[in-house]
C-alpha cells in the first residue's frame, strides 16, 4: 500500500487478548481482516501522522495519548469504569487517571458519579459531550484512510 492509501482497522474490546496462535474459529472476524491487511511501519506513521495533523487542525481540544486511551477505555468497554479499575487496565498509577479524569470531566467528555456498590468510590460515566467527540474522532480516522 501506498503512504497515501493505508488501511486501518480498530481494536475491539473483544480482540486485545486474543493470540495469533489461537485457532482461527475462535478469532473474530475483525482481526482476521486486520492480519491480512498488515501495513508497514512507515505507512502506518504516516497514517497516524494524517490523522494526528488532522486533529490538531481541528477546533476539538487537544488531548493527551494517556487521556484519549483512558476516554476509549470508558466508550468502547462495557461495565463499571473507575479510577482503580482504569488505572490497572491501563497500567499506570491511580494518580495519572485523577488527573486525566479532571481535565475529561472539565471538557465535558466525562463524568464522575456515586459508586451504589463502594461510597467510597466513584464511577467515570460518559456523557453527550464525550460521545460526540469520540464519533468525530472516528469520522477523522475513516476521512484520513482515503
Do not use: N
Not at 9 to 18: F, I, Q, W, Y
Not at 20 to 43: A, G
Not at 50 to 68: E, F
Amino acid at each position: 500500500m501506498s503512504a497515501t492509501k493505508t488501511a486501518f482497522a480498530p481494536r475491539l474490546v473483544s480482540e486485545t487478548r486474543l493470540s495469533e496462535t489461537e485457532p482461527s474459529e475462535t478469532v473474530h472476524p475483525i482481526v482476521r481482516k486486520i492480519q491480512s491487511e498488515r501495513i508497514s511501519r512507515k505507512d502506518s506513521l504516516a497514517f497516524w501522522h494524517r490523522v494526528t495533523l488532522a486533529t490538531v487542525r481541528s477546533d476539538s481540544p487537544d488531548l493527551s495519548a494517556r487521556q484519549l486511551a483512558m476516554l476509549m477505555s470508558i466508550y468502547l468497554e462495557d461495565g463499571l469504569h473507575t479510577v482503580r479499575s482504569l488505572a490497572k487496565h491501563l497500567d499506570v498509577t491511580k494518580a495519572a487517571i485523577s488527573r486525566a479524569t479532571d481535565s475529561l470531566c472539565k471538557l465535558g467528555y466525562i463524568e464522575r458519579k456515586p459508586d451504589h456498590r463502594d461510597k467510597r468510590s466513584v464511577v467515570l460515566a460518559r456523557t453527550s459531550a464525550g460521545i460526540h467527540f469520540l464519533s468525530e474522532f472516528a469520522d477523522t480516522i475513516q476521512a484520513e484512510r482515503h
